[in-house]
Each structure stands twice: as structure tokens, then as C-alpha cells.
């Protein structure tokens, strides 16, 4: 798949139901037992959604919280590819674009990641993130929550000194 023909675009209503099939064929909300309320989060003005539009609809998604709302830094909620459409860069890219916006408020990014779910500690271990942290039995009593970090490049926008008048 060729990333010009992606495009991430906000969440809107009409994705819900995609979103919803995305999170109903993954682990680990599957495994959990686990479901995400993307109209919640459409209505939680604190919380950024975007989807990932690629020929055929909604290849993935991403919520996530700009923060600085954890230790000086945003967090990952929530980020799912379609089973048709994994392995191919949407989720990098998805997390990328998180990143960029993240960064204009904050210079950290966190998220949480079961225990059982290898899978995406090595793709988080990939984009750069490092495991800062454990939660034992945080959402269930056989699996713990790792905590994993990355350290942003801040917009030069935030580190500009306001203009002062002489």
C-alpha cells in the first residue's frame, strides 16, 4: 500500500462503526474483554481521534490526549489497525501524527501496554518508546499494565520567548 494513498483525517461519526469492527478483532481488547466508547470520546473535548482513511475505508485509528496531562506529557489512549491492513506503516504513521500534535503542548508521550500483549511492545520498542513503569493487576488480576515513555521534540513554537514590549 502506498502511504499518498493514506490520509488521517479526524474521527468523525460515520467511522464509529469501523472503529468499532477494529477493536472487536484485536487483542487486547478482545483478551480483556474490553470495549472503547468512541462516541464518548467524540463528545470528550480533552481527547483527539483521528482515523487512518485508506481506498477501501478506515484502516486504523488513534485517541489520544495532548496533554500535558501525565508527568509534563500526553497520553496514548487507545490505537488499532484493521487485521486487512496491519504491517504496513499505518500504525507508525498514525502514531506519528500523534506525536507531532502532542508535541506543540507537551514534551513527553505516555501509554500503557498489557503485559501479554508482545506484539505491540515491540512496536512501541520500534517507534522509540522505552518501558518507564509497571501497574500489577491494573485492569485484570493475571496480566500487568507496562508503562512505556518517549521523550518528544518540542516545537519551536513552545520555546520561543513571548515579545516583550520596549
Excluded at 502511504?3 to 483525517?9: F, G, K, S
Excluded at 478483532?25 to 467524540?42: H, K, Q, V
Excluded at 500504525?91 to 507537551?106: P, T
Amino acid at each position: 500500500m502506498r502511504r499518498n494513498a493514506l490520509r488521517i483525517v479526524p474521527l468523525r461519526q460515520a467511522h464509529v462503526p469501523a472503529c468499532q469492527a477494529i477493536v472487536a478483532a484485536s487483542d487486547p481488547w478482545t483478551r480483556l474483554r474490553e470495549n472503547i466508547d468512541f462516541r464518548a470520546m467524540l463528545r470528550d473535548r480533552s481527547v483527539k481521534a483521528f482515523v487512518c482513511i485508506a481506498a477501501n475505508g478506515v484502516a486504523g485509528f488513534i485517541l489520544f490526549l495532548p496533554g500535558p496531562v501525565f508527568a509534563r506529557g500526553g497520553y496514548l489512549r487507545a490505537i488499532g489497525v484493521s487485521p486487512e491492513y496491519r504491517r504496513q506503516g499505518i500504525g507508525s504513521m498514525l502514531l506519528s501524527h500523534a506525536e507531532k500534535l502532542v508535541s506543540l503542548r507537551a514534551s513527553h508521550f505516555f501509554l500503557c501496554v498489557s503485559s501479554f500483549n508482545r506484539e505491540g511492545q515491540v512496536f512501541y520498542r520500534r517507534q522509540g518508546y522505552r518501558k518507564v513503569g509497571s501497574l500489577p493487576g491494573f485492569i485484570t488480576p493475571r496480566a500487568s499494565e507496562y508503562i512505556f515513555w518517549k521523550p518528544l521534540k518540542t516545537s519551536s513554537r513552545r520555546l520561543k520567548p513571548a515579545a516583550t514590549k520596549s
